[in-house]
């Protein structure tokens, strides 16, 4: 459908051409009406299917610029997506004269007190520092109009929801209010019920919860072979740019190390790194300058690069939910990308758990050995070979190059330029992993799996027990402990604002051969 059949008015339109948006994509079109009609909206679509535009361009058209005052307010989990967001809302209402803000923790606070005096109309925020606005005063919430929580069931997840509540607070009662993710388990969203009047549920139901556009695989390990595994792999499918997930904040940073070991450009990011070097990370990352991005769940949530080809899940994700955030990471805006999960014998429950949450098999995959890594390897090598033949001014190294072709056949030395550059020892570089907490095994029974985490989770399937029981007791496990959402938030206060523009792509809109539910609540 065109986004003029909407109801959107011609300066958004215009920006929507120039943004390289031809149609609407499903949830576009579904929730875009509904909003502008003032209904609050519980917005469900597969990830990378445009969910930002679907709550974005809906409250663009109702700001009236005439007025100062913050007139819309959305939620992010983290500082990066709050980035994303406002520079997305930014380009799709600059036409229109709309100002957008974001504040985050981080950044200086006194800028952020400044722009908000210039007048804001519509404000991106991360919990920690919007409460932190509110108590002190420098943010006026009283005529906001329309509230998004952006990954909504992460949002009103236990790390967050009273920070949630206290944002509720300084918010009208009479609002509206959007909840959008691309998941939304059962118990999460009647917490978000709670907080909306007589909500729609929009749920793109796609197939499955996973987009076709990821080739699923999944590679049977051993615990201690997980890491040389991974390097092989990743010597074989020599992927461009890659995110790359570990369970915990040490281990991110643990396998950062081990792959920059083994030569591979990899950068980590998690809550405890400063805001400046989280910044700094994605920037690379972004840039190309690092081919793997090591990341914790929260820290990657919702983030919208382009060109990533391949998701590693070094560690199973405990929540099937993460597993369906974290792969769409790859497969955005209609491009095709890659997953990989590495699952010991032990966790083959969560495998499954995750399979029947998606509706979708991952496919095995074989382990590489040694041999096809060393092969991957080589074709890289040759390639770098010819670019630097191509590109070599011979003259400067005449002498130097008389003398070894004097010595040398010439196959000889094609080979030792070869392994100079294919680095073959490198892949052998010794390193080990510490010991990371085994997830709890899963006791198969009807109703799909409960959790045996050494507790009774008050009988609940796992829906109903939706991140009850072990998940409390995961402590430093997980990083969905309010301690490190909280420090995610309200990192230190170092860094300078990373304003980087996302690549433009005027990439093609996903085939919708997806269907709708609706129903009331
Ligand atoms: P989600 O929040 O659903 O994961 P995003 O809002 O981050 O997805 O959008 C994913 C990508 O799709 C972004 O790069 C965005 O610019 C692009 N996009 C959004 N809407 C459209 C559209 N109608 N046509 C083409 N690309 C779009
Ligand atoms: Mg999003």
């Known amino acids: 459908m065109k986004f003029s059949e909407l109801g959107l008015s011609e300066d958004l339109l215009t920006a929507i051409e120039k943004h390289g948006y031809v149609e609407a994509t499903p949830i576009q079109e579904q929730t875009i009406p509904l909003t502008l009609a003032g209904k609050d909206v519980i917005g469900q679509a597969q990830t990378g299917t445009g969910k930002t535009a679907a709550f974005g361009l809906p409250i663009l058209e109702m700001i009236d610029t005439n007025s100062r005052d913050v007139q819309a307010l959305i939620v992010s989990p983290t500082r990066e997506l709050a980035i ?50 509110i108590n002190r005063g420098t943010i006026k919430l009283g005529n906001v109009k329309t509230l998004v929580l952006d990954e909504a069931d992460e949002m009103l997840n236990m790390g967050f929801l009273e920070d949630i509540e206290s944002i509720l607070k300084a918010v009208p009662d009479k609002r509206q209010t959007l909840l959008f993710s691309a998941t939304m388990p059962t118990a999460i969203k009647r917490i978000g019920v709670q907080f909306m009047t007589d909500p729609e549920h929009i749920q793109i139901a796609a197939k499955e919860l996973t987009t076709d556009l990821v080739d699923q695989y999944y590679v049977r390990v051993r615990d201690n072979e997980k890491f040389d595994t991974l390097t092989r792999i990743l010597d074989v499918q020599q992927p461009e740019l890659a995110i790359l997930f570990g369970r915990t904040k040490r281990r991110v940073d ?23 070097k989280r910044s700094q990370v994605l920037k690379q990352f972004k840039a190309k300058e690092i081919e793997i991005l090591v990341a914790t769940d929260v820290a990657a949530r919702g983030l919208d690069i382009s060109g990533v080809t391949y998701v590693y899940n070094f560690d199973i994700p405990q929540d099937p939910e993460s597993y369906v955030h974290r792969i769409g990471r790859t497969g955005r805006a209609g491009a095709h990308g890659n997953s990989v999960t590495f699952v010991t014998n032990a966790e083959m429950d969560y495998l499954k758990d995750i399979e029947k949450l998606t509706k979708k098999r991952m496919q095995p995959l074989k382990p590489p050995t040694r041999e096809e890594a060393v092969a991957g390897r080589l074709s890289v090598a040759s390639a770098s070979v010819e670019a630097a033949v191509s590109a070599v001014d011979a003259s400067l190294f005449a002498e130097a190059a008389e003398g070894l072709v004097e010595k040398y056949d010439a196959k000889t030395l094609a080979a030792a330029l070869l392994s100079a550059v294919a680095n073959v020892a490198e892949m052998d570089e010794s390193f080990s992993l510490s010991h990371e907490r085994p997830l709890p095994r899963k006791r198969s029974g009807f109703g799909g799996g409960r959790r045996d985490g050494g507790r009774q989770g008050g009988g609940n399937g796992r829906r109903g027990g939706y991140r009850g029981g072990d998940r409390r007791s995961g402590g430093d496990r997980s990083e969905r402990g309010s301690r490190e959402r909280r420090s995610y938030d309200r990192g230190s206060r170092t860094g300078s604002g990373d304003r980087s523009q996302r690549g433009q792509s005027g990439a093609p809109r996903r085939s919708s051969r997806d269907f709708v539910i609706r129903n009331n609540d």
């Open 84 to 133: 994303q967001t406002q520079e997305e809302l930014f380009k799709l209402g600059r036409d229109k004269h709309v100002r957008v803000q974001a504040v985050f923790g981080g950044s200086d606070i006194r800028r952020q007190i400044t722009n908000l005096n210039h007048g804001a109309n519509i404000v991106v925020g991360t919990p920690g520092r919007l409460i932190d606005h």
């Open 254 to 276: 643990e396998l950062t190390r081990g792959l920059e070991l083994r030569g591979f450009k990899a950068a980590g990011i998690h809550g405890d790194l400063t805001q400046q």
